[in-house]
């Protein structure tokens, strides 16, 4: 097969993939609503802060909270406690791998809590679910941290 | 490939025709450069950099001490023994120790991708939903529609030859992991250069992982398996103008790229975003749109969605590609499988073998998303292929040691030194994360452990060793190729 002809077969693969790509971006970038800073999104980053200050961590930047989380959570108060959502989590705490390497470990106590945190300010209605699925887990602090 | 035609009970002229048909399409040629991309995607990609990035300047630890213990090995060994042998696993391990072990390692690593591949997809589909409409990642019948969509596009592109999906495996890897593994490496030395803190402390004795004992041993072993795959592509070597020399370039190059991919980009974010919102259960994306807000370019959060995407799917591809032509063309030479699935299509393809381990990967992929109490215990089987698949690396070190005796003037084109012990090490490695894999993980919570031990064996039992020797025990001798039997009678 000459090298014109592989081209001219294989062309549309690849214009397939680009064009579903692009256009996925593009409804994600339009999707994506830059969350605008209110009193609430605010106060709420303040209070998610304290809590990361209290639990021993650098007190985290406020502003990138408000983004990330806004007044409702963003995707960390999306159903956190399903069936699917949950199984991609614990699939998530795994090791380092990105392929078929990845096997569960034991996850770090307070990582696993952190969404916890983050629930309880912004979606208190779903902390309890996702509490129970949490207690369910072994942990153990794999983490290093400053004393 | 085209050596081995057709099976031996088809009728002559119907042979004549397809071996002709075969024949007339060349080997397509690969680069040694496409092929160290192609290997890289196998193995690395960025969905792994928030999980490690938990771990701060340890994650460091956590990648080099299995590349000098089991990626090294791998690595070494597989470029020894490609550079010698075409075919990949499934050649050597029957070279080197026998032919129903070479059928047994190559399917290990077919058989455990059957099980991989909907807990992937389900990642790309949670990911997709996130940049379209999160509430869909807990949706079933979206995550069955995507699944099924994506794996059969799969399946049709690996179907359309090697070459269609190098290419797009190694876009995939350009796309979605270099690139975007670059911006966040140059954001976060922005970040530190800016005269920031990191957020993880990055002094000396934060280097080595909390020691907890069995948990920090379960993560430091099980990270062994990160670099599980990077033999899978050598079945690909004979599509390399020189494999001798080609080869093993290739590897050294995937070797560099892989060990970057997994350390930078996770230091990048671990100095950016403090660990308490690395939340694992939130998901990757929760940690990239933290990490892009703080650089004021939240929008970039969905764009790095589709490319973590691409890389997935260009992944998947290998692996499509991989497992499945090594396991043919042991069929075919040995007659391990029934005529239907030795059969080829137009472009030299394992076609059949496709579509019949897409039927399976279906009905597992539709239990997944559609039956709650599959899904929750769906981690259960990322234990049993990885325990699956350090059968593959035994039987490799076991062969390679064997082959350099039994074979040493076979001409290699890259020759491993110290073979022996790199091979110990490696079959070490292999064992310990072979032994390590029965400690129950966190998602196991406080069950009994030997009822997890009990299923985990049992796994491993039934998937690596009771369905290869069903395959061995049931096998007809008209199921060889017209090709192979006919070379073994003029042989005799």
Known sequence: ??????????????????????????????????????????????????????????????????????TDGGIVCEDPATALRSALWKINVSNGAAFVGQRPVIGDTKALRAEAKILEIYCPDKLDKFKDRLDDLKTDDTVRRDA | MASMDVPADMPKRAQTAQAAAVRATPAPVLTWVTLALMTTAS??????????????????????????????????????????????VYRWVSEGLSKPLGFLAVWCQFAMTIFYYPSLLAFVASTIAYVIDPSLASNGLYTAIVIMVLYWTGVWVSSRGTKALAGLSSWGLIIGTLVPGTILVVLGIVFLGQGNPSAAPMT???????????????????????YSGMEMNAVHVSSLKDPAKEYPKSMFLAMGLVLLIFILPALAISWVVPADQTSLTAGVM?????????????????????????????????????????????????????PYLQKLNKY????????????????????????????????????????????????????????????????????????????????????????????????FGGSSVLSYVLFIGGGLVVLGLLIPYAFLK???????????AAGEGSAS
């Not at chain 2, 023994?81 to 990949?88: D, E, P, Q, T, V």
């Not at chain 2, 000396?204 to 990160?226: C, E, K, M, R, Y």
């Not at chain 2, 004021?296 to 799917?313: F, K, R």
């Not at chain 2, 698949?389 to 110290?418: C, E, S």
Request: with cysteine; hydrophobic share 50%; glycine share 8%.
């Open chain 2, 204 to 226: 000396a004795d934060h280097l080595l992982p909390q020691w907890t004992g069995l948990a920090s041993l379960v993560l430091i072993v099980n990270n062994f398996l990160s």
């Open chain 2, 286 to 338: 929760q940690a990239f749109n933290a990490f892009f807000s703080y650089f004021h370019i939240g929008w970039m959060t969905p764009i790095a969605a589709v490319m973590l995407v691409a890389a997935s799917l260009g992944g998947m591809l290998t692996w499509l590609a991989g497992p499945s032509k090594g396991l043919l063309e042991i069929s075919r030479s040995e007659g391990y499988l029934p």
């Open chain 2, 43 to 88: 193995v690395a990609s960025l969905r792994a950099a928030p999980t490690m990035a938990v771990y701060g300047l340890a994650c460091v630890f956590l990648y080099l001490v299995p590349a000098i213990v089991f990626l090294l090995p791998t690595a070494l060994v597989s470029a020894e023994l490609a550079s010698g042998w075409n075919g990949g």
């Open chain 2, 348 to 443: 030299g393809i394992q076609q059949n073998i496709l579509v019949t381990q897409g039927l399976v990967t279906t009905v597992i992929a539709l239990m997944y998303a559609l039956i709650p109490n599959v899904s929750s215990v769906y981690w259960i089987f990322s234990t049993i292929t990885t325990q699956v698949y350090l059968i593959v690396y035994l039987l490799m070190f076991a062969a390679a040691v064997r082959l350099r005796k039994t074979q040493p003037d076979h001409p290699r084109g890259y020759r491993v030194p110290a073979l022996r012990l790199i091979c110990t090490v490696g079959l070490l490695s292999s064992l310990a994360a072979l032994a390590i894999g029965f400690v129950p993980p966190s998602q």
């Open chain 1, 1 to 70: 097969m000459s090298p014109t002809r592989f081209a001219s077969e294989h062309k549309w693969v690849y214009v397939g993939a680009i064009v579903v790509l692009v256009a996925l971006a593009i409804i994600g970038v339009i999707q994506y609503e830059s969350v605008k800073s209110t009193n609430e999104a605010a106060e709420k980053a303040n209070k998610l802060a304290d809590a990361a200050e209290d639990a021993g961590y650098p007190r985290p930047d406020t502003e990138v909270i408000e983004r990330s989380l806004g």
């Open chain 2, 474 to 484: 049931f096998r007809k001798p008209g199921w060889r190729s017209a090709e192979a």
